[in-house]
């Protein structure tokens, strides 16, 4: 069971084939007799499913038969988050545990349906978080779900370590002494942050570290939040260059937080960069409304969005499916074609090719739609 990775997300939107079943389940953590009914439950659901399209489900049958046993695994059971995502087809069983509560959905296809995953692929940001305290500095790559140690060659591991041979001999006519077990003695750097010696220790300690820093992620050009004490995290932003890091911290001893409780404070202070962001891009529609570079059918829409030219999707979170086909060969969408075996929903073929080519996509409430509609875009030509 793996976090959503945007490669994941490639890896289904380019390898699905008939017959390719779709399951989102609102499970309930910690509730494994909830999750297993739930689970039993779709199972059924998605043979039926492949029983009304035809499809033939031998290629299919080993991987059904791996997720009924997930199904009865206590450990797979307690350990689910709000929302789980299931795909499978002859080749694959790949399962998400997510922190989304999904509408229970059982879909077979010859394409995975990912448009469910859009609240959980959409409201995400890529950040970093420095922990830092006089015993220990760790730097970070999280996003909301994910969240990974960096390592920067030389970058030294505590205060002690940073100043070990930088201190100069002037001050108070001596370097920091070594005491029992190698930390820097109390005489040169004591807990008393009024002391006007410990301030300055603090911040060479703070000019050391920002070198090391800045120089990471000086192409980067993401949120930097700092978790530590208010008075070292002021004075790191004294000492920086980086121009990102964030007004707001996360205050207190880094040393007291696990890897998970750092990222998820760090997220609620990333967060409103998202509306911010989706604020922009609508602004930027306004801006183009007047030329051919922004279209809000979804007829254009598709036919943008398999030439690669979406640069941007918006679409509603009460948009509800247009079902139809889309005839590739003449560049036609047809939405009212009969037959229930080729109709797809043309707001997911839509998403699909937008994200295939490398687009962004902001699902927004209706509110916040360009000019109200259910979905519109900006095209890159």
Not at 57 to 79: C, H, P, Q, V
Not at 87 to 95: G, M, V, Y
Not at 234 to 250: F, G, L, V
């Amino acid at each position: 069971m793996e976090v959503m990775k945007i490669q994941d997300l490639r890896y289904l939107l380019e390898n699905a084939e008939h017959p390719s079943i779709t399951i989102y389940l609102p499970t309930i953590p910690g509730d494994k007799d909830t999750n297993r009914i739930l689970i039993k439950n779709s199972i059924s659901k998605a043979r039926d499913a492949i029983k009304e399209k035809d499809y033939d489900a031998r290629d299919i049958e080993e991987n059904l038969k791996a997720f009924t046993l997930m199904g009865e695994d206590l450990s797979f059971l307690n350990a689910q988050k709000e929302g789980l995502a299931v795909f499978i087809n002859k080749h694959e069983l790949k399962t998400y545990r997510l922190p989304h509560a999904f509408e229970e959905t059982v879909i077979a296809d010859n394409i995975f349906h990912i448009k469910p995953l859009l609240p959980v692929l959409t409201e995400n940001i890529d950040y970093y978080i420095l922990a830092i305290s006089k015993n220990t500095l760790a730097l970070y790559s999280a996003n909301r779900f994910e969240i990974n140690p960096i390592d920067i060659p030389d970058m030294p591991k505590n205060m002690d370590e940073a100043l070990q041979y930088d201190i100069d001999e002037s001050h108070l006519g001596r370097r920091p002494a070594k005491v029992s077990g190698g930390s820097l003695g109390a005489a040169t750097h004591g807990e008393n942050i009024g002391d006007e010696t410990e301030k300055e220790f603090v911040l060479r300690y703070c000019q050391i570290v920002e070198k090391y820093i800045s120089t990471f992620l000086n192409s980067k050009n993401k949120t930097l939040v700092l978790a530590g004490v208010d008075y070292i995290s002021s004075i790191y932003k004294e000492a920086s260059s980086y121009k990102n890091i964030s007004e707001k911290t996360i205050s207190g001893n880094p040393e007291t937080m696990t890897a998970s409780s750092l990222r998820d404070h760090a997220w609620d202070i990333v967060k409103p960069q998202l509306l911010i962001d989706s604020e922009k891009a609508v602004a930027q529609y306004g801006n183009l409304s007047n030329t051919d570079r922004t279209v809000d059918s979804i007829s254009q829409i598709v036919k943008a969005s398999h030439v690669q030219r979406i640069d941007t999707l918006f679409l509603s979170k009460s948009a509800e499916p247009i079902p139809g086909v889309y005839d590739k060969e003449n560049d036609r969408v047809n939405t009212d074609y009969a037959d229930p075996h080729e109709v797809q929903d043309l707001i997911g073929i839509s998403v699909r090719q937008t994200l295939l080519a490398g687009g962004k996509i902001y699902y927004l409430d209706h509110s916040h739609m360009p000019e109200h509609k259910p979905i519109a875009a900006i095209l890159r030509y």
